[in-house]
């Protein structure tokens, strides 16, 4: 089992900027995958980065430029900076691991104001 326990989430105006983390703890493989997904009401949860062990990243095109995603392999854990946040950007964001089944964080809500 694979705990993700994110954080960073919260209210803040367009162009402002926020930074989500989320910690894996449990059953650790070094090689993985993490990042984050987004999900808006009555959407389906949609990409948004992925980095794995490695380094490489996956990004949604459209969040290309504004998101960036990093990770401490140290710490079991993934970051995404958030730039210029738009009112679009207002969602939940959840916290993603895979080495083999992927586990999904409990989500943490961004609110963008304009």
């Known amino acids: 089992q694979v705990q993700l326990v994110e954080s960073g989430g919260g209210l803040v105006q367009a162009g402002g900027s926020l930074r989500l983390s989320c910690a894996a703890s449990g059953s650790i493989f070094s090689i993985n995958t993490m990042g984050w997904y987004r999900q808006a009401p009555g959407k389906e949860r949609e990409l948004v980065a992925t980095?794995?062990?490695?380094?490489?990243?996956n990004y949604a095109d459209s969040l290309k430029g504004r998101f960036t995603i990093s990770r401490d392999n140290a710490k079991n854990t993934v970051y995404l900076q958030m730039n210029s946040l738009k009112p679009d950007d207002t969602v939940v964001y959840y916290c993603?691991?895979?080495?083999?089944?992927?586990?999904w964080g409990q989500g943490t809500q961004v609110t963008v104001s304009s």
């Open positions: 980095m794995t062990s490695g380094g490489n990243t």
């Open positions: 993603y691991y895979r080495a083999g089944p992927p586990y």
